[in-house]
């Protein structure tokens, strides 16, 4: 099935923000998904998120299907399926200029996450360090993002703590930040640690 770049936008901007829909559109949208043989409790519980209720409609009455047979999580699965499409699109524009070192491999960063920080590193005319574990590759879903900036400008850092990967808001240590932007003039690239660098895409990697 063809995904339109307006259906992959809407279903990203259901992620990311609260979307104001009319109560005929989240009535249709509750129609399309029972069409599609999402179950009514679900439907139920999402009757309060109309963004939830939109991405789920960007999901194939098949993919629900075997989606629900799998015992996978709709929610879970439509999110993914956003996040592919919506890499697909932006791949084609961006391109990752990054290395690895110390023991670190750029591939323990999802795909989508990578594109984020490039991004980033592009829009500042920055590099953007990943560090700790989300670079070794070994931390958990929950945890959070280290990463060092070359340079820090006005506006930046609020920017970033935005716009960055960062671990998810319903995580259970609630007290703890969900990411850290460290100016490398305090906080130096120890290069024999993991460490993994995005530079912007015009300047070559050093």
Do not use: C
Not at 94 to 102: D, E, F, L, P
Not at 143 to 150: F, G, K, L, M, R
């Amino acid at each position: 099935m063809l995904i339109k770049p307006s259906q992959v936008l809407m279903g990203f901007l259901a992620t990311m923000a609260i979307i104001v829909v009319s109560t005929a559109e989240t009535q249709t949208l509750k129609t399309n998904l029972q069409n599609k043989g999402v179950p009514n409790s679900l439907i139920k519980n999402l009757a309060k998120e109309p963004g939830e209720l939109m991405l789920l409609d960007n999901l194939a009455k098949e993919e629900i299907e075997v989606a629900l047979k799998a015992g996978k999580d709709l929610v879970k699965v439509a999110r993914e399926k956003v996040d592919f499409n919506r890499l697909s699109i932006e791949l084609e524009r961006v391109k990752i200029n990054a290395i690895s070192g110390g023991g670190a491999n750029i591939n323990n960063i999802r795909g989508i996450e990578q594109l984020q920080i490039q991004m980033n590193a592009d829009k500042w005319e920055v590099e953007i360090t990943v560090i700790g574990g989300r670079a070794r590759g070994t931390s958990h879903i929950e945890a959070d993002w280290d990463y060092i900036v070359s340079a820090v400008k006005p506006g930046m850092l609020h920017d970033l703590k935005f716009r960055l990967p960062k671990s998810p808001s319903n995580r259970t240590d609630i007290g703890r930040a969900r990411l850290e932007i460290f100016d490398v003039r305090e906080y130096p690239v120890d290069k024999s640690k993991p460490h993994i660098t995005f530079f912007p895409y015009k300047f070559k990697n050093k």
